[in-house]
Structure formats: C-alpha cells, structure tokens
C-alpha cells in the first residue's frame, strides 16, 4: 500500500518565484518619484497656507484700525452715522481688495499644481515605459531560451 506524502509547499513557491524574478529597482524609483511629488505638493501648500495666513492677519489689522475710529466719541450722534458709513464702505472696500489677493494664492496654487502633476505624469510614463521595455526583453530572451532547448 503506498503512503499519501504531503508536497513541500515551501519549495513549490520558492521554485515559483524564483521563476518570476521581481525588479526592485523599479519599485525603489517609483517610490522616489512618488515621494519626491509629495514634498513639493506640500511645499507648494505650506505656501498657499503662509500667504493665506499674512492676507487674513493684514485684513484684521485693518479691520481693527478701522474699528478705533468708531470706538472714538462723537461731538453730535451725527457723526456716528457718518463714522459708521465710512467704515462700511472702507471695509467694504478691504474686503474685495483681501478676496482679489486670496484668489491670487489660490490661482497660484492651481498652477503649480497642475505643471507638477503633468511633470510626475511624465516621469512616471517614462518609468513605466523603461520598465516593460525591460520586461518584454526577458520574457524574450527566456521564450528564446526556452525554445533553443
């Protein structure tokens, strides 16, 4: 009577990968690639956050230069109106000046955005094509191999 053995999965499966050798180069540059994308993506909004916060602190301090004019005590209660009005329309005024410069950090933002994104598209395009040109030449020369046998 013959015995059942138990097939030694650990030899099949090295035997297997052995066969499909992995690169690990490729990985490595893919993922310099990817880090190197991340530091100037955060880069570029460290900066965005930097301008948007001197923007928001200017726009307060003018707000509250203005607000001292009003705190100040008027001779008639006419002169509230008045003190009221001209700061209406200054802060009206700070308010689409502080907008136009928040939408200029935003506009900058997208830019430099976009031209890095097409920049790692690129790289990683020229990356991928290295890859499989590489791997179609194995798996060539292995077919070749395989068939001169």
Known sequence: MATATTPDMTAMLKD????????TASMEASFKTS???????????????????????????DTVTKLTDIAKAKAEPADYAKAM?????????????????????????QMETVELMMAAGKDMSDEATSV??????????????ATSK
């Open 85 to 109: 009005t001209d700061f209406a329309a200054a802060y009206s005024e700070a308010a689409s000046e502080h907008m136009a410069a928040f939408a200029e950090v935003a506009k900058k933002v």
């Open 16 to 23: 297997m990968m052995g066969a499909f050798p992995v690169d």
């Open 132 to 145: 499989m040109t590489k791997a179609t030449d194995e798996v060539k020369a292995a077919a070749k191999k």
């Open 35 to 61: 880090a190197t994308l991340n530091e100037k993506l955060s880069g570029v909004a460290l900066a965005a956050v930097e301008k948007s916060t001197e923007i928001s602190s200017a726009w307060t301090k």
